[in-house]
């Protein structure tokens, strides 16, 4: 079954202090990986599309990565404004059919 | 330019009532999807509309339709509401293809 699993599921970290968030995925025919961002009451916004391994995208604090099998948000030097929901989606042809499918997001606080 | 617009933003319904939200794309855009996002998860996908048809379903029940016009506007219509269907609904748009999707700010719809 496709799986999107992203870790962890909450993260606080000091302003400044790097890290980085995982998404692994298991699905037959990958055709993008998306990286999304979600602030309280809002629909995700677009962050990063990556295709293929190996790839890297960089805005501002954030580079996203990705190998075979998972993905990485990093966050450089954060401050309280990256604090939000970070959404991880992988397309993939399922039956024939592109489909979306989500991880369930990892929710980052940035303190002050 | 206008990006994805949803109405209304908030729905009170009781329990086996209907419901219709809708949902305007960005502009130059074709292609529409509806998400069901529950509290703490990822968004979960319904249907997506091209060209006025439903091109691909995920796991929800016929309750869950929808309609696209020639605008390229769409339609959520839910029948029977349960209180399970109590979520933020989301709309999403792009070009057909593999673009990324750019999301509203969603309909939370609270079933009583």
């Known amino acids: 079954e496709d799986q999107v699993t992203q870790s962890p599921e909450a993260l606080r970290l000091q302003e400044g202090e790097s890290s980085s968030l995982n998404c692994s995925y298991t699905?037959?025919?990958?055709?993008?990986l998306f990286w999304y961002r979600q602030d309280p009451g809002k629909g995700p916004e677009f962050l990063f599309t990556l295709y293929s391994a190996g790839e890297e995208k960089e805005k501002e604090r954030l580079k996203a990565t990705l190998t075979k099998k998972e993905s990485f948000l990093h966050i450089t030097a954060p401050k309280p404004e990256d604090s939000a929901t970070y959404l991880c989606a992988v397309q993939a042809l399922i039956q024939g059919a592109q489909k979306l499918v989500f991880g369930q997001g990892t929710r980052l606080t940035i303190n002050p | 330019d206008a990006g994805v617009t949803q109405s209304p933003t908030h729905l009170i319904k009781t329990r086996g009532q209907q419901v219709t939200l809708r949902c305007s794309p960005k502009s130059g855009h074709d292609t529409v999807s509806w998400y069901q996002q529950a509290l703490g998860q990822g968004p979960q996908f319904i249907f997506q509309y091209y060209e006025e048809e439903e091109r691909q379903r995920g796991n929800f029940p016929d309750r869950f339709s929808g309609h696209q016009f020639p605008n390229y506007s769409s339609e959520l219509n839910v029948n029977a509401l349960l209180l399970g269907d109590s979520a933020l609904y989301l709309c999403?748009?792009?070009?057909?293809?593999?673009?990324?999707?750019?999301f509203g700010n969603g309909t939370r719809l609270t079933v009583t």
């Open positions: 999403a748009s792009s070009l057909a293809g593999n673009s990324p999707l750019h």
């Open positions: 699905v037959s025919g990958l055709r993008g």
